[in-house]
């Protein structure tokens, strides 16, 4: 089995997402979908990236997992606390919330565009992407 480090993970799987998503067998080549300057794995530590029409989150399991429970305390901060009477927001029960929240899958709130969730491996690295907008 190849051995891949992290940057050379990200790199394949987002050269897989955008053959599967869009057709595009070699994006180094002339590719309108890629608006980033350069898919070389040496300088792929960015999390998002641009492709014609929105962006795409390309995440390790670890990234992912912190962008998604930075997204649902916003959430909890944002839209739940608000609506909660004053006195009842002390007792909120933030991790409660966001293990049921969970159910619904990491997609649901990193997916802006679609809700979708796609799921690479490469070498020992789970590799996730999600569409931006």
Known sequence: MKTFTERQA???AIKQ????????????E????LVCSSLDPEFYDACVYEVEGG????????????RWN?????YIDEC??????EMAQRYFDYEAW???ARYDGAGHCLSHYDGVEHEYKFGDHWIYIYRQN
């Open 10 to 12: 990200k790199y394949e």
């Open 17 to 28: 997402y955008l053959k599967d998503e869009h057709g595009i067998d070699n994006p180094l």
């Open 30 to 33: 002339n590719n309108p979908w």
């Open 55 to 66: 962006e795409v989150l390309v995440a390790t399991e670890s990234e992912r997992d912190e």
């Open 70 to 74: 930075e997204s649902l305390e916003s």
């Open 80 to 85: 739940v606390l608000p609506e909660l009477p």
């Open 98 to 100: 966001k293990r049921d």
